[in-house]
């Protein structure tokens, strides 16, 4: 019944936290460092704590999840579910490459 949604804005909330939660691991284990108040500043001290070892793709895929974060708790949108299949298949890629940072 999930495909019957009108609205994939709660999954995509959870794919965004899923995002920060996998820069944090990996900032925190590099530095100690944890971003827990900027989220939008999270791509910014991946790159800090990262350099050149951050890929500019994963920065990209990142960045564009964390865009997403305001419009799907505080919008008026809904994301439909082609989008929803998008933004999971990018989170799968930013979380193999951050999995593969550990």
């Known amino acids: 019944m999930l495909a019957q949604s009108r609205s994939y804005n709660p999954a995509v909330t959870l ?7 996998y820069s944090d691991a990996i900032t925190a284990k590099a530095r100690g460092i944890v971003n827990q108040q900027d989220h939008q500043g999270a791509p910014h001290l991946l790159r800090e704590v990262l350099g050149n070892h ?9 960045r564009k999840l964390l865009g997403r974060k305001d ?6 949108r809904s994301t439909a579910l082609d989008e929803a299949q998008r933004l999971l298949a990018e989170l799968d890629d930013f979380a193999a490459w951050a999995e593969g940072q550990a």
């Open 15 to 21: 794919m965004v936290t899923a995002a920060i939660a």
């Open 54 to 62: 951050l890929p500019d793709k994963q920065e990209k895929l990142f």
């Open 71 to 76: 419009e799907v708790n505080y919008g008026s």
